[in-house]
């Protein structure tokens, strides 16, 4: 059924159509409700919403906002879904490049967001769902002059890899060719005018007008053979009136090799005193601007090495057993419920549960700590893990994509792709550099050519050329995805993930970090903690006895106790006539003998006094610990205190997070006493105490008071909504999957000490991306300038096209050099780690121990 309340045929009408899904219609009053929406959006021509397909055709008689048409339908309660493509892009050379594709893109209706990154050359499109077709996403690719490059059917990063190869073999080659050529040029021209025997040999064995014509034949081979993929390139976008890097080359060559070709064989038509070659300064452009590419493609293929060793992680094969006997089968054939062996040495194939031997296991690539963890029946596994010394058989519970590697594989690639607000001044300022450019270039040569000294055509020339040759975009468009990649593939290699690209930047502001207390500051799991015994009670004794009665209760308490005894190999007795007091305590009577457990409330209702432990109950209180009492036979008998242990590396968080000048908040749902007691052992700046999850998200709101910035650390379901609502949310890895992914980034091991990690390699990568971003900026402010000759009149110093080259190839590999060194990035709290592992290592004359978290 379809209603429409406009008899408008959009197909009449010179109008933008788009189409989008719509979901939770349920009758005609929804399809106008929808409508009416739609047709409010300023610039909506027209809107026909269809009940059956649930699709809503919009005519726009301007340019179409699809994120306007998608805000309306929301508004008034309905959704609609967003897909997302990600094209594989070729051709791309600079910032120009980017802006070009991504304009394009975002031309196509329906389309809601689009993000370009030259360093992984790759665009992801975001559109709503049924608007778009990926033919059509290319075709806009194709049509701004790129190709989009079909996927093999493999691994991504295998394609990306495979073409990279191929990509540097190519300019390997083209390099080779150019250099060979360009090297005789170079000395022919530029030995014969400044070492004399060079020119004496020229014009006693070879001649002028044959040096020249030997010039011309070398200048055109580099041009027309490795130089050729510029002029593929930069024509045709010159053409479209949308010129990019290549175009800037091929004018500039172009007008040097012309100038030349003028001077050569048709001198006359040139001024007295103006018929001078340039040859020499085609040829080294180009041979400079391909050692440039070439340097930077090998360049590029070291910013992505994280993720090539990630893949590197995945085994190709797994030992399965099947009918009773282990085969090798390839990971493809691996389903969810195969039993896998896995023998010493054996990388983990997939993830699992073990249901056989034990071992110890090396998951550094997931959690980023050094020390292999202990692996019994029950634990679990996860793939690309390494076995070191034993061996177990396990079975599969994740296989292929739904690994916990194929997901940080995809977080880090995600990342990686992602565009930062820092990235918007760039793609200002290069949606116009490249015309601006040739601008420049024009101006420069009008210029010289009306007020330069003679010969003012030979100035206008070289000076334009030397413009279009230095103004090149490629560490504009390079400064800010080299950077995140780097920086996103180390931060990986030490578990921390950054889901969110945006969170990179984000995290480096935060002025509040606001941790949650269970099971992120502390273990999130009651341990007994104190046992202070009356008297001549033996304490294991008291321990057996309490831990027997206490097997009958389901309390948090209970559990720790009964662990502790188990713990201490106690061996526990049968309970009779157990009793539960709601609010008070438990009792009945073990091996004969009356046992009563409670609190100070309940040792006064069974008429025992424990007032001499009223000091003792205090300090524990204080401390943020439970205190219970416990008698035998109707005498005090001890003080028990149970509490929620601190991590270990929880005070050294702080201590770091302080010395980086923040505020530290702790939100929880415990008690004010408690709290305050884990605060003040911490110093923890802020608490906020009793609170349920959607009080989590009001204390985020009151702590951002000020406009300052929140990260927030959760581990918990009731901690998703906080994490959604902090500026920044950072999940600890070990804690549930809502709340990683609820997360910016997610903490792979737990760890505290990676919430420091992350916000100074955040800091790192940021002051990265400043410095990339300084240096591009600095670099063409200054030499455009420089090339068009304002130092002329000062001192006489003009720079030659060559230079210029030379200068513009250097520009990207610098850029590219400093973003690499991210990948030295040394964690402000990896000693620690390093020295536990020491301890760890002396303590059991092992290089291993076993995990406790």
Known sequence: MALQSESIDPTQLELTSTEFR??????????????????????????????????????????????????????????????????????????????????????????????????????????????????????????????????????????????????????????????????????????????????????????????????????TLVLFGPGLRFFRRGIPNLLRGTPDMNSLVVLGTSAAWGYSIVSTFLPSALPNGTAYVYYEAAAVIVTLILLGRFLEARAKGRTSQAIKRLVGLQPKTARVIRNGAAIELAMEQVVVGDRIEIRPGDRVPVDGSVIE??????????????????????????????????????????????????????????????KLPIQALVDKVTSWFVPAVIGAAVLTFAVWFVLGPSPALTFALVNAVAVLIIACPCAMGLATPTSIMVGTGRAAELGILFRKGEALQTLRSAQVVALDKTGTLTKGKPE?????????????????????????????IAEAIVAA?????????????????????????????????????????????????????????????????????????????????????????????????????????????????????????????????????EAIKQLRAGNRTVAFVGDGINDAPALAEADVGLAVGTGTDIAIESADVVLMSGDLRGVVNAIAISKATIGNIKQ??????????????????????????????????????????????????????????????????????????????????
């Open 22 to 219: 719509i979901e939770g219609m349920t009758c005609a009053s929804c399809v106008s409700r929808v409508e009416k929406a739609i047709r409010a959006v300023p610039g909506v021509a027209f809107a026909n919403v269809n009940l059956a397909t649930e699709k809503a055709t919009v005519a726009f008689s301007g340019s179409p906002n699809p994120q306007a048409i998608m805000a309306a339908i929301e508004k008034v309660g309905y959704a609609t879904p967003e897909e997302t493509a990600e094209l594989q892009i070729e051709g791309m050379t600079c910032a120009s490049c980017v802006s070009r594709i991504e304009k394009a893109l975002t031309a196509v209706p329906g389309v809601t967001s689009v993000a370009v990154n030259l360093a992984t050359e790759r665009a992801v499109v975001r559109y709503a769902a049924g608007s778009v077709t990926r033919s059509g996403l290319e075709n806009a690719v194709r049509a701004s002059g790129y190709n989009v490059i079909k996927s093999t059917g493999g691994a991504k990063s295998d394609d990306a890899e495979e073409r990279r190869t191929v990509e540097i073999g190519a300019l390997g080659r083209s390099l080779a060719i150019a250099a060979t050529l360009t090297i005789p040029l170079f000395v022919m021209e530029m030995g014969s005018h400044y070492v004399p025997a060079i020119h004496m040999w020229i014009m006693t064995n070879i001649g002028m007008p044959a040096n020249i014509y030997i010039q011309f034949v070398l200048a």
């Open 565 to 697: 005894a188990q713990r201490d190999k106690l061996a526990l007795s049968e309970v009779a006539g157990f009793e539960a007091d709601p609010g008070f305590g438990v009792a009945g009577t073990v091996a004969g003998r009356r046992i009563q457990v409670g609190a100070d409330r309940a040792m006064a209702k069974a008429g025992i006094d424990v007032s001499e432990y009223f000091g003792i109950a205090a300090t524990l209180g204080d401390e943020g610990k439970s205190p219970l009492y416990a008698a035998i036979d109707g005498q005090l008998a001890a003080i028990i205190a149970v509490s929620d242990p601190v991590k270990e590396t929880s005070a050294d968080t702080i201590r770091a997070l302080h010395d980086l000048g923040l505020r530290v908040a702790m939100i929880t749902g415990d008690n004010a006493r408690t709290a305050q007691a884990v605060a003040r052992r911490l110093g923890i700046d802020e608490v906020v105490s009793e609170v349920l999850p959607g009080g989590k998200v």
């Open 357 to 418: 031997g034990e071992s110890y296991v090396d998951e550094s690539m997931i959690s980023g700590e050094p020390v292999p963890v202990r692996k019994i029946v029950g634990g679990e596994v996860v793939g690309g893990t390494i076995n070191k010394t034993g061996a177990f058989t396990f079975a599969a519970t994740k296989v292929g994509s739904d690994t916990i590697l194929a997901q940080i594989i995809r977080m880090v690639e995600e990342a990686q792709g992602s």
């Open 528 to 556: 007994l903690t104190d046992l202070t015994v009356r008297g001549d009670f033996d304490r294991n004794e008291v321990l057996r006895l309490v831990a027997s009665l206490e097997t009958k209760s389901e309390h948090p």
């Open 772 to 853: 990339n971003l300084f240096w591009a900026f600095a670099y063409n402010v200054t030499l455009i300038p420089v090339a068009a000759g304002i130092l002329f009149p000062i001192n006489g110093m003009l720079l030659s096209p060559v230079l210029a080259a030379g200068a513009m190839a250097l520009s990207s590999v610098f850029v590219l050099g400093n973003a690499l060194r991210l990948r030295r990035f040394a964690p402000p709290l990896a000693s620690n780690t390093e020295a536990r592992t020491e301890r760890a290592s002396a303590q059991t004359g092992l290089n291993f121990r076993e995990s406790t978290s």
